[in-house]
């Protein structure tokens, strides 16, 4: 159950329009390593996980990672906002606006529309949470990236904000990777999820 | 647009960012009873920030807040908060402080309609 509020979780205010920005932008609204991949992923994985502080940590930051999916959509729109035909056609937005106009919907910047093939949810708590330590990684990868080809410094301070909560966030699923690793045969000098741990893992 | 309620929407989302941070650190650290405290702490405080934005400045933040102004549903006045113009006008300048309370449902849940407001919409 999710209750809406409306507000941001940081406030954004663009003061002028870019669609060549919005087309890069809108990567992390629908790109392989963006906040609609990430939310789906953690509140798909968290009925699954094995214990209460695995569930909660992929209940938490999927939440967390919706509310960030609407600051991108924000960024996007507002980045697009009473454009005319001219900056459309100078600014190669023009891809992206003969399918979608300055509606916000989910693709990478290189045109590929959203697929659930961007995540994973397998029912092993070590894969899953293994491959959202990479996820949030490759979010912050994309972050560096757009800051690297952003010159705004109104967009670059929410995406420097959204970037560093990619960085907690690894942190949090590290310490909850830990608690999953705990349950296992701790003669291991390595984790290794057992074929017989089905009891240990709670399934 | 109230310059003061513009601040204290600014404080609560301040105050919304550390609750939800504290948050996903006692997800992983739920013994640590000190920054259990803090979160208590830092709630009561959205609590405050939310009770004024949504009872002095009639701004409602949720559409269950909404059901408290009067007349007219303000849910759907009030600017989203991904338009530029965001938070926008506070829509019930007219109503003072006091109705405002007034008007609030504090009663019983069976009875969590503000009548007098019903009657007017009619």
Same mark, same amino acid.
């Given at each position: 159950m999710?209750?809406?509020?409306?507000k941001l979780?940081?406030?954004?205010?663009?003061?002028?329009?870019?669609p060549e920005?919005a087309k890069?932008v809108?990567?992390?609204?629908g790109?392989?390593d &963006?906040?609609?991949?990430?939310s789906?992923?953690?509140?798909s994985?968290?009925?699954?996980?094995?214990n209460?502080?695995?569930?909660?940590i992929?209940?938490d930051?999927?939440?967390?990672?919706?509310?960030?999916l609407?600051?991108?959509?924000?960024l996007?729109h507002?980045?697009?906002?009473?454009?005319?035909?001219?900056?459309v056609?100078?600014s190669g937005f023009?891809?992206?606006y003969?399918?979608?106009?300055?509606?916000?919907?989910p693709?990478?910047a290189? &045109?590929q529309?959203w697929t659930a093939?961007?995540?994973?949810s +397998?029912?092993?708590a070590i894969a899953?949470?293994?491959?959202?330590?990479a996820?949030?990684?490759k979010?912050r990868?994309?972050?560096d990236?757009i800051?690297?080809?952003s010159?705004?410094?109104?967009?670059?301070d929410?995406?420097?904000?959204l970037?560093?909560?990619?960085v907690?966030?690894f942190q949090?699923f590290g310490?909850?990777?830990?608690?999953?690793?705990?349950?296992?045969? +701790?003669?291991?000098?390595?984790a290794?999820p057992?074929?017989?741990?089905?009891q240990?893992m709670?399934i | 647009?109230?310059?003061?309620?513009?601040e204290?929407?600014?404080?609560?989302?301040e105050s919304?960012?550390v609750?939800d !941070?504290?948050?996903?650190?006692?997800?992983?650290h739920p013994h640590?009873?000190a920054?259990?405290m803090?979160?208590?702490m830092?709630?009561?405080?959205?609590m405050?920030?939310?009770?004024?934005?949504?009872?002095r400045y009639c701004?409602?933040?949720?559409?269950?807040?909404?059901s408290n102004?009067?007349? +007219?549903?303000?849910?759907? !006045?009030?600017?989203?908060?991904?338009?530029?113009?965001?938070p &926008?006008e506070?829509?019930c300048?007219t109503v003072?402080?006091e109705d405002c309370?007034k008007?609030?449902?504090?009663?019983?849940?069976?009875d +969590?309609?503000?009548?007098?407001?019903?009657e007017?919409?009619k």
């Amino acid at each position: 159950m999710w209750y809406y509020e409306k507000k941001l979780q940081r406030p954004i205010n663009i003061k002028h329009t870019n669609p060549e920005l919005a087309k890069i932008v809108i990567s992390q609204y629908g790109g392989p390593d &963006g906040e609609l991949g990430a939310s789906l992923r953690y509140l798909s994985q968290r009925f699954s996980m094995p214990n209460e502080i695995t569930k909660s940590i992929c209940n938490d930051i999927g939440s967390e990672e919706l509310g960030h999916l609407e600051m991108i959509g924000t960024l996007v729109h507002q980045l697009t906002k009473g454009i005319d035909c001219d900056e459309v056609k100078k600014s190669g937005f023009s891809t992206y606006y003969v399918d979608h106009g300055t509606a916000v919907y989910p693709v990478s910047a290189s &045109g590929q529309s959203w697929t659930a093939s961007y995540i994973q949810s +397998c029912g092993d708590a070590i894969a899953d949470l293994t491959e959202n330590l990479a996820a949030e990684q490759k979010a912050r990868k994309t972050y560096d990236n757009i800051l690297r080809l952003s010159d705004d410094p109104d967009v670059n301070d929410v995406i420097k904000f959204l970037r560093a909560r990619e960085v907690v966030h690894f942190q949090r699923f590290g310490e909850a990777l830990r608690t999953v690793q705990d349950l296992q045969d +701790c003669k291991k000098t390595f984790a290794m999820p057992s074929i017989c741990s089905c009891q240990n893992m709670g399934i | 647009m109230d310059a003061k309620l513009k601040e204290k929407l600014l404080k609560l989302q301040e105050s919304d960012f550390v609750a939800d !941070d504290i948050k996903l650190y006692l997800d992983t650290h739920p013994h640590d009873t000190a920054m259990l405290m803090k979160l208590c702490m830092q709630n009561q405080k959205s609590m405050m920030l939310r009770n004024e934005i949504e009872g002095r400045y009639c701004y409602p933040l949720t559409a269950s807040a909404a059901s408290n102004y009067g007349p +007219c549903f303000k849910w759907i !006045d009030a600017p989203w908060p991904w338009c530029p113009e965001w938070p &926008g006008e506070s829509k019930c300048n007219t109503v003072s402080l006091e109705d405002c309370n007034k008007n609030s449902c504090q009663n019983n849940e069976n009875d +969590c309609v503000c009548k007098s407001e019903m009657e007017g919409c009619k």
